[in-house]
């Protein structure tokens, strides 16, 4: 399976929390503009994505953290 060209194939809501833990997504679908701030995978590094437009993340995260501000995520597997 191929992480760049294939389409995910699951996905679920996400309330960012500094707890939940998620299995490393293919990306993230952000729904409303704002901050993103997550755990890369393989990382114990804080990352936020400034601005993130509407659409597709395509980053491997194990965390959406708290301080995001923006809305509607979706996590693609």
Do not use: H
């Amino acid at each position: 399976m191929s992480y760049s060209s294939d389409p995910a194939a699951f996905a679920v809501a996400v309330t960012p929390s500094d707890s939940t833990v998620l299995t490393p997504t293919r990306g993230l679908y952000i729904g409303g503009t704002g901050d993103v701030v997550v755990k890369m995978y393989g990382s114990d590094n804080t990352i936020t994505f400034a601005n993130v437009p509407v659409g597709i993340l395509p980053v491997r995260v194990t965390k959406v953290l708290a301080a995001t501000a923006a809305t509607d995520i979706v996590a693609l597997w």
